[in-house]
Structures are given as structure tokens and as C-alpha cells.
């Protein structure tokens, strides 16, 4: 999924891009950086969707990840991240990081578009 995020992009923006409300999905990879697993983790409204660290960690360590990307779609079709979608990140990777599994992206699709947490240096490795 790393070595090659043209294609990762694409797939998500036809998978999310249209849907009426947000989709919070977690990709988990291995210490190769390969894909183990998609977990939805949270289905919403318009503008929120819920997502519980404890359940992000017990999956990552029940599928022995090393690894996470975090993705969601706003469906107002912005791809702009919010407060809450900065402090979620900022959340999810300190808590995470504790337990050896780094956080390697947030993306956020909009309608055709993205925004990425590591592109723009959002992403705290500690």
C-alpha cells in the first residue's frame, strides 16, 4: 500500500468519495509495510463519525500490525481536515506509538479529492 499511494489514492476516492455520510476505515499493515487487514471503524453522519482508541489498538495488536494508515471521507466533499480530525490523529498515533505501531498516514477524501496528514507533515512520530 506505501510503495505505491497513486494507486491507494485512487481506490479510496471510487470507494469513499460519494457517500452520504463518514466512513472511518483503518488499513493495517506488517512490519513490511504490507496490507493485513481493512477495518471499518466507525460509520457516522454528515459531519462526525465515532472512533473508540481502545478498539484501534486491540485490532492492531490482535492482527499484529506495525503499522496503520487511518482514512475517512467527508462527504461535504472538502477534503480539508477539521480540530477534531487533527486531535483524533494526534490521538490515535501517541497512543498507538506506545505499543510499537506507527501511525504512517491520515487521509481524508473528499469528492475527488484528498488531503494527506503525512504530505503535509501533520503526522507526530512520538
Given amino acids: 500500500l506505501l510503495k ?3 494507486l491507494l ?3 479510496l476516492k471510487a470507494f469513499l468519495s460519494r457517500l452520504s455520510n463518514e466512513h472511518f476505515y ?3 499493515l506488517n512490519k513490511e509495510n504490507e496490507f493485513i487487514q481493512e477495518s471499518l471503524q466507525g460509520r457516522g453522519t454528515v459531519n462526525t463519525t465515532s472512533v473508540y482508541l481502545r478498539e484501534v489498538a486491540r485490532c492492531a ?3 499484529k500490525a506495525k503499522g496503520l494508515i487511518l482514512v ?3 462527504p461535504s466533499g472538502l477534503a480539508i481536515p477539521s480540530q477534531a480530525d487533527k486531535k483524533l490523529t494526534d490521538l490515535i498515533t501517541k497512543a498507538v506509538y506506545t505499543v510499537g505501531i506507527t501511525v504512517h498516514d491520515h487521509l481524508i477524501i473528499g469528492n475527488g479529492e484528498y488531503f ?3 504530505e503535509q507533515g501533520l503526522i507526530e512520530r512520538s
Fill in 4 to 6: 505505491n499511494k497513486k
Fill in 9 to 11: 489514492i485512487d481506490y
Fill in 26 to 28: 483503518i488499513y493495517y
Fill in 61 to 63: 495488536l490482535l492482527c
Fill in 72 to 74: 475517512h471521507n467527508h
Fill in 116 to 118: 494527506s496528514f503525512a
